[in-house]
């Protein structure tokens, strides 16, 4: 049953450039986040009450791929790379 969402990841090539358009043009607060070293990923984030918008992106390439593991960042990698 479901009850409730937790987060929703949205897949970004620039995530500063993704937090000022939903500043922008949303007027969401992006705040917080950082760089996942181990994995090759980073964020940033949106709170929108109990839950909040991840903007993931990737710095790492290579290390994204490694991280096998990792089903978030070979997720976002899958999506940006579809994307071109």
Same mark, same amino acid.
């Given at each position: 049953? /479901? ?11 620039? %995530? ?5 358009? #939903?500043?922008?043009? @949303? +007027?969401?607060?992006?705040?917080? *986040? +950082?760089?996942?070293? =181990?994995? +090759?990923?980073?964020?940033? /984030?949106? &709170? @929108? ?5 991840? /903007?993931?992106? %990737? &710095?790492?390439? =290579? /290390? %994204? $791929?490694?991280? #096998?593991? &990792? =089903? %978030?960042?070979?997720?976002?990698? =899958?999506?940006?790379?579809? $994307? *071109?």
């Amino acid at each position: 049953m /479901l009850l409730g969402i937790d987060h929703l990841v949205i897949a970004v090539r620039s %995530v500063e450039a993704a937090a000022e358009t #939903l500043e922008r043009d @949303l +007027g969401l607060a992006v705040t917080g *986040g +950082g760089r996942h070293e =181990a994995m +090759g990923t980073y964020n940033r /984030l949106a &709170f @929108l009450g109990d839950t909040y918008i991840e /903007l993931i992106g %990737v &710095f790492d390439a =290579a /290390l %994204v $791929r490694s991280s #096998l593991s &990792f =089903a %978030v960042g070979n997720a976002a990698m =899958a999506q940006l790379e579809a $994307r *071109g």
